[in-house]
Nanobody, 129 residues
């Protein structure tokens, strides 16, 4: 069973630079994508950033490009999201998610919630101005 556990959320001031972590276990995929979605109050869920195994290709939503960086830890089962220059509009619950068998996506990075099979419980990030 795949399990994803997020950590690193909390309350920060605008301009802050927290780092979220996602610890994964139970992976049996040879190829997979893992990353972050977020849901802000009153807004639709948004795919924030993803990274694929193998070549390490990445995806960033336009709203976070240049501010957030996704990376894999030295261990296969760890992934990080470094968030810089946070804004109040980044306030949301951030969810770690993973999906396998990337060949079914035809070479593109999956970025829709329905394309991800495994989810963490979420971690709240609150940015105050």
């Amino acid at each position: 069973e795949v399990q994803l556990v997020e950590s690193g959320g909390g309350s920060v001031q605008a301009g802050g630079s927290p780092r979220l972590s996602c610890a994964a276990s139970g992976f049996t995929f040879d190829d997979y994508a893992i990353g972050w979605f977020r849901r802000a109050p009153g807004k639709e869920q948004e795919g924030v950033s993803f990274i694929s195994s193998g070549n390490g290709s990445t995806y960033y939503a336009d709203s976070v490009k240049g501010r957030f960086t996704i990376s894999s830890g030295n261990a296969k089962n760890t992934m990080y999201l470094q968030m810089n220059s946070l804004k109040p509009e980044d306030t949301a619950v951030y969810y770690c998610a993973a999906t396998g068998t990337l060949i079914r996506f035809g070479g593109r990075m999956p970025a829709e919630a329905l394309e991800y099979d495994h989810w963490g419980q979420g971690t709240q990030v609150t940015v105050s101005s």
